[in-house]
């Protein structure tokens, strides 16, 4: 399959936030600044990208030969754990600059469902090594451009007169069902499954 | 004698109400968490599974029944082993008795029901980074008894299946005119296809948030 197709799917035809769902907790609770929703971005296609790369071999280098394949859940989750740990040490000693920016999101990525389903998607499409690299490195950017758009919209909302009960996360789900309609224009532009 | 018999009865009463007292405590576990801090609605944890699976009912009921299970079998293990597990390395801990969990779900669904198996594809994976496991472990399961954490994660789990079966039952009857996949609102019914994709998902789980919050009387404003 093409990499440009993947990538460019991964965007916006099958957005990972609005298509598939994915990374939903942080996309209505950090998504009240501009700011801070591009730290998480940040954060999310960085951890996303390196833990593809991880995660890829040790489906098919370790598991497959073994034919343990049912253990990949625990074996996922424990290096997505294991990597978010070790990317903030390596950031606190080495990039400091880079730290001020993602420090506080890093922890809080573990247990974003977005990094874990990309690695099951990436398995259950069967991708080649350079194209799940590709995939982890779109939908990040994708997921960036959809919390971003939706932090956008609500420090708008500020100025608007919301009925009590439908505030904070009401009004952003409504919000993204508005996005993800928009989003639904580009299909037909090339896709994946 | 009757002084024997007496004293036999008041046993029973403090007995009684010793017991009244424990189903008390136990109901008010239960409901507080099946009702007053419903996982989706006033928590707002784990609504990505409440998006991608609820455009059928049967998968709803596959969902909820797997997040119930999994999360009753981590809180109590969780539970068990608040004592042992150093502070330090709690969340990696949790994360695995949580994923051991999901597999028995996910091999169980394998097994017995592959076609719902299939149609949730990589979202029985996801439970174990459903937030409400996780959030209930760290916050109720890591400092309470096995038992009343058993009564929770039960609260917990029974709030989100309803969540899902109500969100779930709108769209799939919208979308597809049907109910658990039986037909109901006749031929001349035109299926609102919006409704079993993205934007539907997002738009009814909007405003069942908003019913539910206007129903519950004392409502604080987060996030």
């Given at each position: 399959m093409n990499l440009f197709v993947i990538f460019f799917a991964t965007l916006f035809t099958h957005n990972i936030a609005l298509t598939y769902f994915l990374g939903m907790c942080p996309f209505i609770s950090?998504?009240?600044?501009i700011k801070t929703a591009w730290g998480m971005g940040l954060a999310v296609i960085f951890v996303m990208t390196i833990t593809a790369a991880v995660n890829w071999p040790i489906y098919y280098k370790i598991l497959v030969p073994l034919k343990v394949e049912f253990l990949y859940y625990v074996l996922f989750i424990i290096t997505i754990a294991a990597l978010v740990q070790f990317v903030e040490m390596v950031t606190e000693r080495f990039l400091p600059v880079l730290q001020v920016t993602l420090g506080v999101f890093l922890p809080l990525i573990t247990v974003n469902c977005a990094i874990l389903g990309l690695s099951l998607f990436m398995i259950l499409r069967k991708y080649s090594y350079v194209q799940s690299i590709v995939y982890a490195f779109g939908s990040g950017v994708g997921w960036t451009i959809a919390i971003i758009a939706i932090s956008g919209l609500r420090s708008k909302l500020i100025f608007a007169d919301v009925p009590q009960a439908l505030k904070g996360p009401g009004i952003t789900m409504i919000i993204a069902s508005i996005m993800a309609l928009a989003f639904m224009?580009?299909?037909?532009m090339g896709g994946i499954q | 004698m009757s002084n024997h018999l007496e004293k036999n009865s008041r046993k029973n009463k403090k007995k009684k109400i010793k017991l009244k007292f424990m189903f008390m405590h136990y109901n008010r576990i239960f409901f507080n968490t099946l009702w007053?801090?419903?996982?989706?609605?006033?928590?707002?944890?784990?609504i990505c599974s409440a998006l991608a699976v609820t455009n059928r009912l049967s998968n709803a009921v596959a969902m909820g029944l797997g997040v119930t299970f999994a999360m009753v079998v981590s809180s109590v293990s969780i539970s068990l082993i608040r004592n042992v597990v150093?502070?330090?390395v709690r969340m990696i801990v949790y994360m695995i008795v949580i994923s051991t969990a999901v597999i028995l779900v996910d091999r169980y669904l394998k097994a017995f029901f592959p076609d719902i198996s299939e149609a949730m594809g990589a979202y029985v994976g996801l439970i174990i980074t459903n937030c409400i496991i996780m959030g209930r472990a760290e916050s109720f399961a890591s400092l309470n008894k096995p038992v009343d954490s058993l009564i929770d994660a039960l609260g917990a789990g029974c709030g989100y299946t309803f969540a899902l079966l109500v969100i779930a039952f709108v769209r799939e009857l919208l979308g597809?005119?049907?109910?658990f996949n039986i037909r109901v609102l006749g031929p001349d019914w035109t299926s609102w296809v919006i409704m079993i994709m993205a934007p539907g998902a997002f738009l009814v789980l909007g405003v069942f948030i908003w019913i539910v919050r206007s129903l519950q009387k004392s409502y604080d404003q987060t996030a």
């Open positions: 950090i998504s009240r600044s224009g580009f299909t037909g | 007053n801090d419903n996982p989706i609605c006033r928590m707002v944890l784990g150093p502070r330090r597809f005119g049907s109910l």
